[in-house]
């Protein structure tokens, strides 16, 4: 990408290596990653004159999703990896 923003451009690049039959969902609020269905793109003007397109969830309650996997929000870098705890040794019943 050569703008700070993406274009149409680079999202067609982007999702050309991906499978055409997946589903597109949207990744909201690195602080409380939550996943929506997209319903809609629609192509707008903004103040200063420029063509800009929309990707937009429905109107539907169940657009969103629930949570983001924990994979995509680690490579999308919202969250770190998260290592379960190192286990301690059981202890013997009756025992130390």
């Known amino acids: ?12 690049d982007l999702l050309s290596g991906c499978d055409q039959d997946a ?8 602080f409380f990653p939550m996943a929506h269905r ?12 420029r063509s800009v397109v929309y990707l937009a969830e429905g109107r539907d309650a ?3 999703l629930g949570y983001l996997p924990p ?3 680690v490579a999308l870098t919202w969250q770190g990896p998260v290592q379960a705890p ?11």
């Open 86 to 96: 190192p286990r301690r040794p059981r202890r013997i019943a009756g025992g130390n």
């Open 62 to 64: 169940d657009e969103q």
């Open 38 to 49: 997209l319903a809609q793109v629609v192509q707008s003007v903004d103040e200063a004159g």
């Open 71 to 73: 994979e995509a929000a």
């Open 23 to 30: 589903p597109v969902r949207q990744a909201m609020n690195p």
């Open 1 to 12: 990408m050569t703008s700070p923003e993406m274009t149409v451009g680079d999202l067609i």
